[in-house]
């Protein structure tokens, strides 16, 4: 089970950070982690993908605004929302893809999701 953090009420312009951690798993910060947001009435919109080899991409829509990262946290991964705007609006879910680091299995599984706002 994973679990986020760091979702909030922003204004346009602002940032914030949101995490996405496994308990106890000293290697997920090099696990390859995809994010996702939801909002009302849409279809679920790919934001983000850290890949087995640490390479971020990212959608058109948040490219050069967001950036996943990684912190002395070994058991935890970030993403890094900065220059927000109100249609970054939504619920961010962060969904680990399995694989492996260094022999080291990789989890599979779904956050529960954190709201963020962004409005002035």
């Known amino acids: 089970q994973l679990l986020e953090s760091g979702g909030g009420l922003v204004e346009p312009g602002g940032s914030l950070r949101l995490s996405c951690s496994a308990p106890?798993?000293?290697?997920?910060?090099?696990?390859?982690v995809t994010w996702y947001r939801q909002t009302a009435g849409k279809e679920r919109e790919w934001v983000s993908t850290m890949s087995s080899d640490y390479r971020g991409t990212y959608a058109d829509s948040v490219k050069g605004r967001f950036s996943i990262t990684i912190g002395e946290a070994k058991d935890t991964q970030y993403l890094q929302m900065n220059s927000l705007k109100p249609e970054d609006t939504g619920m961010y879910l962060c969904k680990a893809t399995g694989g492996s680091w260094q022999g080291a299995p990789c989890p599979e599984g779904w956050g529960q999701g954190t709201q963020v706002t962004v409005s002035s």
């Open positions: 106890g798993l000293d290697h997920f910060r090099r696990c390859p």
